[in-house]
């Protein structure tokens, strides 16, 4: 299960160019769990959603959503 960190750091990473450190306790979570990947561009780390973060996120937004009708 997530802690309300981690999952305000996936929400994080969904709606901006995150500039977060790879070295995070809640990256480190959100890797662990499969939900983000670190890449390397100009010897910048930079961080995305995974596939599973992706879909997690949709369906958390699909939870809200529901919830507010």
Known sequence: MLSHHELSTLLRLRDTEPRLAELDPEVLALR???LVE???HNDVSTLK???RGRE???R???DASDANQ
């Open 32 to 34: 662990r769990y499969e």
């Open 38 to 40: 670190i890449g390397r």
């Open 49 to 51: 959603l995974t596939r």
């Open 56 to 58: 997690l996120v949709r």
């Open 60 to 62: 958390l937004r699909m």
